[in-house]
């Protein structure tokens, strides 16, 4: 059975730091493509970060300075690392597994950014 669990959400004020976890099993997970998506409220799903199985990553541009995202295989753990959090980013943050037509979800965790 394939899980993804995300971790670390919370509440923040802004210019604060949090760091998300995605713990996965029951995947190779060194052969997968991880990223981080988030949705805003009221808003669509939208992709914040990549990393691909060969470690190369990707940004969107709203974050790119301000999170880092990375992976741990021997822990089958991914990371997203926020800095300088703004209320804009606010959201469900989801993390999600791609291998070929495989596509896995964790189930998300809350961040919330406000005075």
């Known amino acids: 059975q394939v899980q993804l669990v995300e971790s670390g959400g919370g509440l923040v004020q802004p210019g604060g730091s949090l760091r998300l976890t995605c713990a996965a099993s029951?995947?190779?997970?060194?052969?997968?493509?991880m990223a981080w998506y988030h949705q805003p409220p009221g808003k669509q799903r939208e992709m914040v970060a990549v990393i691909t199985s060969d470690g190369v990553t990707n940004y969107a541009g709203s974050v790119k300075g301000r999170f880092t995202i990375s992976r741990d295989n021997a822990k089958n753990t991914m990371y997203l690392q926020m800095n300088n959090l703004k209320p804009e980013d606010t959201a469900v943050y989801y993390c999600k597994g791609t291998y070929y037509v495989n596509n896995y979800w964790g189930q998300g965790t809350q961040v919330t950014v406000s005075s």
């Open positions: 029951g995947i190779l997970f060194s052969v997968y493509d």
